[in-house]
């Protein structure tokens, strides 16, 4: 079955410290995507990257960068230089394309609090 | 490009009640999903449509929860004889398929509270 473990339920920085989001997945798929969402205090859940299981290539978007790594079964994420408007939750979410259609399973989430 | 929409954004209501909560999906998108989210926890699928058809649905959705969407594009989520454990946030997201970046866009949400 898959699952999704955020290991981290909250962290504090203060602003322009780097952080780095931990997730590791479980899956018995040979194809499959991953994803990060942030949900800010408003509610609503806003995309942020996605990668497929064929693509260990890390990524760099601005102050994100996401490093996939199979081998741990790993996708984390890191925020440079941390802003106040970080601040959210952050899931990863694992969608096994062969097994359960497109349904996400999220894990339990990181709440970031970046203090000025 | 309008994105996600969901009607009501909050509702209370009394257990035992019946409550209905509609989303619009992007336009152009042919899958819609349902979620929950409970305080502290990530979201959970309950089900999803392609087009008008729901292809499937979570353990979760109990026999008192029953989802549409007749014409494949607005969809609606009724919860019967509502209880207190029925208390979360209810997500919608959409999708466009097949799609090589497939991705979910969620709607705003609607939160509940059954008093």
């Known amino acids: 079955a898959q699952k999704v473990t955020q290991a981290q339920t909250e962290i504090s920085v203060v602003e322009k410290e780097d952080v780095t989001l931990d997730c590791v997945y479980e899956t018995r798929d040979t194809t499959y995507y991953l994803f990060w969402y942030k949900q800010p205090p408003s509610g609503e859940l806003v995309f942020l990257i996605r990668?497929?299981?064929?693509?260990?290539q890390n990524e760099i978007s601005g102050r994100y960068s996401w490093n996939f790594q199979k081998s741990t079964s790993s996708f984390n994420f890191t925020i440079t230089a941390s802003q106040v408007v970080d601040s959210a939750v952050y899931f990863c979410a694992l969608s096994e394309r062969e097994t359960s259609g497109s349904r996400l399973t999220f894990g339990e989430g990181t709440q970031l609090t970046v203090n000025p | 490009d309008t994105g996600v929409s969901q009607d009501p954004r909050h509702k209370i209501t009394k257990r035992g009640q019946n409550v209905t909560f509609r989303c619009d999906p992007i336009s152009e998108h042919n899958r819609l999903y349902w979620y929950r989210q409970t305080l502290g926890q990530g979201p959970e699928f309950l089900t999803y449509f392609q087009n008008e058809a729901q292809l499937e649905k979570s353990r979760l959705l109990s026999d008192r929860f029953s989802a549409e969407r007749p014409k494949g594009s607005f969809s609606t989520l009724e919860i019967q004889r509502t209880e207190q454990g029925d208390s979360a946030m209810y997500l919608c997201?959409?999708?466009?398929?097949?799609?090589?970046?497939?991705?979910?866009?969620f709607g705003p949400g609607t939160r509940l509270t059954v008093l």
């Open positions: 997201a959409s999708s466009l398929s097949p799609d090589r970046r497939e991705t979910q866009y």
């Open positions: 990668r497929n299981s064929f693509d260990e």
